[in-house]
T-cell receptor, first 113, second 115 residues
Framework: AQSVTQLDSHVSVSEGTPVLLRCNYSSSYSPSLFWYVQHPNKGLQLLLKYTSAATLVKGINGFEAEFKKSETSFHLTKPSAHMSDAAEYFC???????????FGGGTRVLVKP | DAGVIQSPRHEVTEMGQEVTLRCKPISGHNSLFWYRQTMMRGLELLIY????????DSGMPEDRFSAKMPNASFSTLKIQPSEPRDSAVYFCASRGLAGGSGELFFGEGSRLTVL
């Protein structure tokens, strides 16, 4: 069985400061991991994905995430938040075979001017 | 590519009416997913298809919900009869590579309000 825990339901940051969104997973196999972003009234958009290549993954809009197997974590970071980063973010784990994807509960990011 | 296309974007209906939501996946993708999103329950997987065949419908709430995929380029999610608690945003997503590294591509969603 696999599961995903996003440790913060809400994160508030000031514009220009770093953003850290935490994600822990459990999986019986070597997983693939994804981060998605959802802006208000929009669908989910892929930010980045880890698929057993480099452990530090760079995505769109300046986001990156590091896969740490020993900590079963896949935290998302951005060095400097922008107002347009205000959205909800989902961490997702995918099993090695088949179509079982498990979504975290989401983290809503508020960016203060 | 136009991406995953859903229609209608917004639907307001009265309790007891039939609702049909439509989805056109990305061409060449062989897996299609229907999700429901509410404030209370978050994002829930309702059903997914692989090569037009329903694989897992364990998330379908009850018999009022049904989904079909008659061909590789079209799927429908039907609610009959609709109830106020069905009010939600329904997302369709497609995936080109099953297992592991294939990401989901989401449509913009269909916002359903049942009065």
């Amino acid at each position: 069985a696999q599961s995903v825990t996003q440790l913060d339901s809400h994160v508030s940051v000031s514009e220009g400061t770093p953003v850290l969104l935490r994600c822990n997973y459990s999986s019986s196999y070597s997983p693939s991991l994804f981060w998605y972003v959802q802006h208000p009234n929009k669908g989910l958009q892929l930010l980045l994905k880890y698929t057993s290549a480099a452990t530090l993954v760079k995505g769109i809009n300046g986001f990156e995430a590091e896969f740490k197997k020993s900590e079963t974590s896949f935290h998302l970071t951005k060095p400097s938040a922008h107002m347009s980063d205000a959205a909800e973010y989902f961490c997702v784990v995918s099993e090695a075979a088949g179509n079982k994807l498990t979504f975290g509960g989401g983290t809503r990011v508020l960016v203060k001017p | 590519d136009a991406g995953v296309i859903q229609s209608p974007r917004h639907e307001v209906t009265e309790m007891g009416q039939e609702v049909t939501l439509r989805c056109k996946p990305i061409s060449g993708h062989n897996s299609l997913f229907w999700y429901r999103q509410t404030m209370m329950r978050g994002l829930e997987l309702l059903i997914y298809f692989n090569n037009n065949v329903p694989i897992d419908d364990s998330g379908m709430p009850e018999d009022r919900f049904s989904a079909k995929m008659p061909n590789a380029s079209f799927s429908t999610l039907k609610i009959q009869p609709s109830e106020p608690r069905d009010s939600a945003v329904y997302f369709c997503a497609s995936r080109g590579l099953a297992g592991g590294s294939g990401e989901l591509f989401f449509g913009e969603g269909s916002r359903l309000t049942v009065l």
